[in-house]
């Protein structure tokens, strides 16, 4: 019994193989953007601490709301509170207790990413990580980094085929390894991060003015086809 070329796992001389990899790298721009918030609050004794924690924690989450559609997504992460004890004296003495309550925030309009930053900084015993720029899953630019790399596949096969004097025959298999985005957040790329106290400074401060960082789009696949007999 005999197989059919397609069927094997290498070429034959009737029906050479070449297998090549095509790959495709795109600069674009983010569609959305990350901040991490961080409220803290402190006191000498519990139920102060809570409350403070709890009242700034609402400031924060009306601010951001307020925004409306440009804020995507409002999260609320990890919440901690926690004491202080002495450094000096016998026995466990409690100096003051320490709250924090972590909030992220995803946005797709970067005007207001800058005015809505500037404000959150400018609370009271608040933190501001960010911004982790990104595209979506489905952002658009993955499918066309992945059609460049099939592209290119088959152009580097036939350039293959044509330096034997043949020409591709058919497609055999395609691996597709996946395109992959720039790494968010936590990346050491373009951040933000900033500390502000209380003020007694009434004017609010001008938005600040970011710069999106484009975003590294990769895509790679791995192709085999088949070819006509070389003239060799």
Do not use: C
């Not at 070429?11 to 991490?36: F, N, Q, W, Y």
């Not at 400018?122 to 982790?132: A, H, I, K, Q």
């Not at 691996?175 to 373009?190: H, K, M, R, V, Y």
């Amino acid at each position: 019994m005999t197989q059919d070329a397609s069927h094997q796992p290498y070429g034959t001389p009737e029906t050479p193989r070449v297998a090549v990899r095509g790959e495709a790298r795109l600069e674009v721009d983010p569609e959305i953007a990350r901040i991490g918030i961080t409220v803290n609050a402190r006191g000498t004794d519990r139920r102060t601490a809570l409350e403070d924690l709890t009242r700034r924690n609402s400031a924060v989450l009306d601010l951001i709301k307020s925004y409306g559609d440009p804020v995507e997504k409002l999260e609320t992460g990890t919440f901690s509170i926690s004491p202080e004890l002495t450094r000096h004296g016998r026995g466990e003495r409690i100096r003051a207790y320490h709250g924090r309550v972590h909030l992220t925030a995803e946005l797709n309009d970067f005007t207001t990413l800058g005015e809505l930053t500037t404000r959150l900084a400018d609370l009271e015993l608040t933190e501001v990580d960010g911004p982790w720029w990104a595209l979506r899953p489905t952002s658009p630019a993955h499918g066309e980094a992945r059609r460049q790399a099939v592209l290119e596949a088959v152009q580097r096969a036939r350039e293959y085929a044509e330096a034997l004097g043949a020409r591709l025959a058919a497609l055999v298999e395609l691996a597709d390894l996946g395109a992959e985005n720039a790494p968010f957040p936590g990346d050491a790329g373009t951040g933000l991060r900033t500390m502000a106290f209380a003020t007694t400074d009434d004017t609010t401060a001008p938005p600040l003015d970011l710069e999106p960082q484009r975003q590294t789009v990769y895509a790679q696949v791995n192709a085999r086809f088949t070819m006509t007999p070389p003239q060799l």
